[in-house]
């Protein structure tokens, strides 16, 4: 990977922000719009383990409240990734990735700023 990647949602002010930081840094930046291709298994599977399930999941969502939330302490990471890919609506947004793997949730938008330090 040598771009860097924001898993963006243009509906999104956090994610519009978030998007505006890394336009103003020098840098390759691919952009996907992850209710129309989401994160693959890998991505998410890191990103649940590096930055938390509280972090990467939209509770507020009916698929969250319908599926997930009463079974969130027991269920497996495996089946949370699929339900993530099937709804992507439940992924929190943006994550951005940086090239050498390092991943922060835009969640303030100044959270990305680390991944250039």
């Known amino acids: 990977m040598s771009a860097y990647t924001i898993y963006h ?7 519009r922000l978030t998007l505006r930081i890394l336009r103003r840094q020098d840098i ?3 952009i996907v ?8 298994r890998e991505v ?18 009916d698929v969250f409240r319908d599926q997930i939330r ?8 495996d089946e949370l990734i699929d339900l993530m890919i099937e ?3 439940i992924i929190e ?13 835009g969640r303030p938008p100044e959270n990305v700023e680390k991944l250039f330090a």
């Open 33 to 40: 719009r992850y209710l129309e291709t989401p994160p693959s």
């Open 28 to 30: 390759e930046l691919d």
């Open 9 to 15: 949602n243009a509906r999104c002010s956090k994610s």
């Open 93 to 105: 947004r943006p994550l951005v990735v940086a090239p050498d793997g390092r991943m922060a949730m």
């Open 70 to 77: 009463y079974r969130f302490k027991n269920i497996q990471d």
């Open 87 to 89: 709804n992507p609506e």
């Open 44 to 61: 998410l599977a890191k990103a649940l383990k590096e930055l938390g399930r509280e972090t990467m999941l939209r509770k507020g969502e």
